[in-house]
């Protein structure tokens, strides 16, 4: 069955965190600077501040519990990431060595739901 027949409680999204403090994210990955990624207003316009993201670091969630989070404004999404960014989130996730290989085949496009 492909992702997209599956009934929305059991599709899964791979979240990042954007944040807005930096040099946490950067002495976290001192080890791993090609996980960090470091972007801004003049990136994505609607950040008002400079925000990273840790590559080492992703949530998952089912699409029908990302929508009750985000109804409840407990979560909030970004869309329209320009391709740019998210190609470089994708680089340090994949770049991760801490991120499982499952996920990381999800985010190649490579996994299969039977």
């Known amino acids: 069955m492909s992702q997209e ?3 929305l409680e059991l599709k ?6 954007f944040t807005s403090q930096i040099d946490k994210v950067r002495l976290h990955n001192r080890e791993q600077p090609h996980t960090v990624v470091e972007f801004g207003p003049e990136d994505y316009a609607p950040l008002d501040r400079p ?3 840790d590559g080492n670091v992703i949530l998952r969630r089912s699409l029908s519990e990302m ?3 985000v109804r409840r404004k407990e979560m909030v999404y970004h869309l329209g990431l320009p391709a740019s960014l998210l190609e ?3 680089e340090a996730v994949l770049g991760s060595p801490v ?3 499952e996920d990381k085949d999800r985010i190649r496009g490579k996994f299969k739901v039977s």
Do not use: N, Q
Request: hydrophobic fraction near 55%.
């Open 5 to 7: 027949k599956l009934p």
């Open 12 to 17: 899964l999204l791979l979240l990042t965190v």
């Open 51 to 53: 925000t990273a993201v």
């Open 67 to 69: 929508v009750d989070l």
């Open 88 to 90: 470089r989130l994708r």
């Open 99 to 101: 991120i499982d290989d």
